[in-house]
T-cell receptor, first 117, second 114 residues
Framework: AQKITQTQPGMFVQEKEAVTLDCTYD???????LFWYKQPSSGEMIFLIY??????QNATEGRYSLNFQKARKSANLVISASQLGDSAMYFC??????????????FGTGTRLTVIP | DTGVSQDPRHKITKRGQNVTFRCDPI?????LYWYRQTLGQGPEFLTY????????KSRLLSDRFSAERPKGSFSTLEIQRTEQGDSAMYLC????????????FGPGTRLLVL
């Protein structure tokens, strides 16, 4: 069974600094996808970045990058040059193997990021 | 290109009443998912559709819950005989069935059962 662990309930970062949000996962599947979502107080889940298990390079999307270490089963999110609008909950998620029909996402418990002016 | 929309955004109901939520996915997306999120937790999978076929249901989806996607476009989630434990945010997401299959979420429906 898939499991996502986010060990940081809350994180603080100074505006314009970089911050790393931790995520470890557990799966016996060889093929899987890892996602990060941002959830502001309004409640909507906003997709940030995706990493496939066979991707050799770390994914990047603007100020977001994913530090993917497959052997350690970790997929940490790095946000560079933090902005006040980055304050939100951040969820790491993993998708099961499509061939088995497990297309749903498994989510961690999230990390609340607060950006300090 | 409009995103995923959900209606209503908020619902307050009394225990024992039935409620129905609607989700309109991104127009070209053939997959649609329902999740439930309680306070302090990440979303938990309830069910998903590919076109009009309901392909997977979680054990969380008790027999009081039913979901439909009659024409492969919008979907409804109905909860019968609501209980206080049903109070949560109900999130809908949609995706394509190829490529990264990234799921894009709607704003959610917050349900409060009194």
């Amino acid at each position: 069974a898939q499991k996502i662990t986010q060990t940081q309930p809350g994180m603080f970062v100074q505006e314009k600094e970089a911050v790393t949000l931790d995520c470890t996962y557990d799966t016996s599947d060889q093929s899987y996808g890892l996602f990060w979502y941002k959830q502001p107080s309004s409640g909507e889940m906003i997709f940030l970045i995706y990493q496939g298990s066979y991707d050799e390079q770390n994914a990047t999307e603007g100020r977001y990058s994913l530090n993917f270490q497959k052997a350690r089963k970790s997929a940490n999110l790095v946000i560079s040059a933090s902005q006040l609008g980055d304050s939100a909950m951040y969820f790491c998620a993993m998708r099961g193997v499509p061939q088995t029909g497990a297309n749903n996402l498994f989510f961690g418990t999230g990390t609340r990021l607060t950006v300090i002016p | 290109d409009t995103g995923v929309s959900q209606d209503p955004r908020h619902k307050i109901t009394k225990r024992g009443q039935n409620v129905t939520f609607r989700c309109d996915p991104i127009s070209e997306h053939n997959r649609l998912y329902w999740y439930r999120q309680t306070l302090g937790q990440g979303p938990e999978f309830l069910t998903y559709f590919q076109n009009e076929a309901q392909l997977e249901k979680s054990r969380l989806l008790s027999d009081r819950f039913s979901a439909e996607r009659p024409k492969g476009s919008f979907s409804t989630l109905e909860i019968q005989r609501t209980e206080q434990g049903d109070s949560a945010m109900y999130l809908c997401a949609s995706s394509l069935s190829w490529g990264q299959e990234t799921q894009y979420f709607g704003p959610g429906t917050r349900l409060l059962v009194l």
